[in-house]
């Protein structure tokens, strides 16, 4: 399991730093979440000095989709390989219309790495827990981006 997580990881770093050209980052990533192994932490976001980090309205849009995913989800008659397969397209749309650069789409990243991680945990069972925690996740967004 923990071979299938450090791979996924990777994998998601290397997604993630090539929505931009960020391919001279890729390596380092990569050798990072590799160094980390089993002390993977998600990397922290920051706000930009004290203010919200301004965000395509492609990303929001696709946050504000996902809460809305889960608000009408039902853990007691929902389908939630839907719920998932719904949760991944909106994850992915972010990624495709992307357009932000610098500091803000490095900090878009940090937001997005446990948000991924969440996604996927939602295939191992969808439970009130869970989507109570997802939901929270979802609101911080705007706690970083506008």
Same mark, same amino acid.
């Given at each position: 399991?923990? #071979? ?10 290397? =997604?993630?730093? +090539? $929505?931009?050209? @960020?391919? %001279? %980052?890729? !390596?380092?990533?990569? !050798? #990072?979440? &590799? *160094? ?7 990397? #922290?976001? +920051?706000?930009?000095? =004290? ?7 492609? #990303?929001?849009?696709?946050? @504000? ?12 008659? =929902?389908?939630? *390989? ?14 495709? @219309? $992307?357009? &932000? ?19 996927? =945990?939602?295939? !191992? ?17 705007? %706690?970083?981006?506008?």
């Amino acid at each position: 399991m923990k #071979t299938l997580f450090k791979f996924l990881v990777i994998l998601f770093f290397i =997604g993630l730093y +090539s $929505c931009q050209q @960020k391919e %001279n %980052n890729n !390596e380092a990533v990569v !050798e #990072t979440a &590799m *160094e980390q192994e089993d002390d993977f932490q998600f990397p #922290t976001v +920051s706000l930009n000095e =004290g203010q919200l980090w301004e965000a395509n309205a492609e #990303t929001t849009q696709g946050i @504000k989709n996902m809460q809305q995913l889960i608000t009408d989800y039902s853990t007691e008659s =929902g389908n939630s *390989e839907e719920l998932i397969s719904n949760l991944k397209a909106e994850f992915s749309m972010i990624f495709k @219309k $992307c357009t &932000m650069t610098g500091e803000a789409h490095e900090q878009l990243h940090n937001y997005l790495i446990p948000l991924k991680t969440k996604i996927d =945990g939602l295939s !191992e069972g969808v439970t009130v827990e869970k989507t109570e925690d997802f939901k929270t996740y979802l609101e911080e967004y705007f %706690n970083y981006f506008q």
